[in-house]
Structures are given as structure tokens and as C-alpha cells.
T-cell receptor, first 115, second 109 residues
Framework: KAGVTQTPRYLIKTRGQQVTLSCSPI?????VSWYQQTPGQGLQFLFE???????NKGNFPGRFSGRQFSNSRSEMNVSTLELGDSALYLC??????????????FGPGTRLTVL | KNEVEQSPQNLTAQEGEFITINCSYS?????LHWLQQHPGGGIVSLFM???GKKKHGRLIATINIQEKHSSLHITASHPRDSAVYIC???????????FGAGTILRVKS
């Protein structure tokens, strides 16, 4: 079974631009979660989608948004990029609806650099 | 105070040593996850546990629900175990994870 894939793997943008990252979950998985990892803040939860609905959202500004398609693929968008948005963005997929007992499978991440 | 705390932050061991990484949490969680991250970023799930103890090869994870504490043990450590180990709690609703800061482990040969 193919693992979680993320595209692109690397991105370089300038301040003020916007960016869209893509995540394809493991076949059959309906939950996709997004995380941001920075040296200063570590791993932080961005949002989670299940069956095209956002179920949880972390403490990030409205510039960070996402969506999920009917095939469970998910995208996240960051508008008006700031230098502090430079990070590794990871997505993870899970089989079930939640309740906390689902193993998460992580993609390789997209490394975003904002200049 | 962070909701999930790990110790130590950094750990250097000699090959063959027994290693313990600790994790304490202050929030209600449904399960505790131990994750491994190698340089380059990829994260692998090692264990997910809500009670007791799990073992996989040379890795053992335990959790004490009453004390809100979990430990990850590595027996007969090897240089290939060098990585960042992260504990995370999953919330009761959804699949949101709350992470500890990670433990950087270096095993020297």
C-alpha cells in the first residue's frame, strides 16, 4: 500500500505570496491532519479534516486554511506569507473518525522557506 | 507549562546501553503516541498505547494512566537508533495530536 504523499517536497516563496500544499492519504483513510514543525515551536497542530469537514483547528491565524476533497486528498493554503511561516509542514492520515485511538501515518513533509 | 513534557531534551549513549525517555502529560488524552523522526523530517509511529505496556523488537513503551506518565525504553541501543523521539497525546475528539518537544538521541559506536 502506498504511504502518505505530499507535494511539493520543497518550496521557496517570498513574503506576501501565497502557497498551496497537497497531501494524499493512504488509500481508504478518511482523516487528514496537518502539522507545522519549526525549531522554535516544535510540532503544532494546524487542522484536521474528516470526510471533507474540518473537525479541529489549532491556534493559527486565518491566513492558514485547508480543505479536503471527496477522494480524501487534502490541501492547505497559506496566504500573505510571513518569514515566520518558514517550516516543515507535515500531514498525517488515519483510518478512523477519531476518539483518539487511531494510529497516524505521516507524510515526508513539505519544507517551505519564505524569503 | 506545556501540556506534554519530555525528558531529557538531549541524550547521548554508548552502543549497547539501555535508554529511557520519559513523557508526562497534564491533559486528558485517549492515547499516548511515541514517534521517531530521522534527519530529513520523516516521522514514523512507533507505538500507540492507552494502558499497560507494548514491545516491538528492542523498543518497549509503558504508560501509567493514574500518574499521567509514559516511558520509552530502548534495549541494546545501536547507532541506527539515533533520531528524535517525540511523545504525543491524542485528544478524545478527532485525531488531533499534542506533542512534546522531543528528545534528541545520539548513540555512539
Amino acid at each position: 500500500k502506498a504511504g502518505v504523499t505530499q507535494t511539493p517536497r520543497y518550496l521557496i516563496k517570498t513574503r506576501g505570496q501565497q502557497v498551496t500544499l497537497s497531501c494524499s492519504p493512504i488509500s481508504g483513510h478518511r482523516s487528514v491532519s496537518w502539522y507545522q514543525q519549526t525549531p522554535g515551536q516544535g510540532l503544532q497542530f494546524l487542522f484536521e479534516y474528516f470526510s471533507e469537514t474540518q473537525r479541529n483547528k489549532g491556534n493559527f491565524p486565518g491566513r492558514f486554511s485547508g480543505r479536503q476533497f471527496s477522494n480524501s486528498r487534502s490541501e492547505m493554503n497559506v496566504s500573505t506569507l510571513e518569514l515566520g511561516d518558514s517550516a516543515l509542514y507535515l500531514c498525517a492520515s488515519s483510518l478512523g473518525a477519531g476518539g483518539g485511538y487511531n494510529e497516524q501515518f505521516f507524510g515526508p513533509g513539505t519544507r517551505l522557506t519564505v524569503l | 507549562k506545556n501540556e506534554v513534557e519530555q525528558s531529557p531534551q538531549n541524550l547521548t549513549a554508548q552502543e549497547g546501553e539501555f535508554i529511557t525517555i520519559n513523557c508526562s502529560y497534564s491533559v486528558g488524552i485517549s492515547a499516548l503516541h511515541w514517534l521517531q523522526q530521522h534527519p530529513g523530517g520523516g516521522i514514523v509511529s512507533l507505538f500507540m498505547l492507552s494502558s499497560g505496556k507494548k514491545k516491538h523488537g528492542r523498543l518497549i513503551a509503558t504508560i501509567n494512566i493514574q500518574e499521567k506518565h509514559s516511558s520509552l525504553h530502548i534495549t541494546a541501543s545501536h547507532p541506527r537508533d539515533s533520531a528524535v523521539y517525540i511523545c504525543a497525546g491524542s485528544m478524545e475528539y478527532g485525531n488531533k495530536l499534542v506533542f512534546g518537544a522531543g528528545t534528541i538521541l545520539r548513540v555512539k559506536s
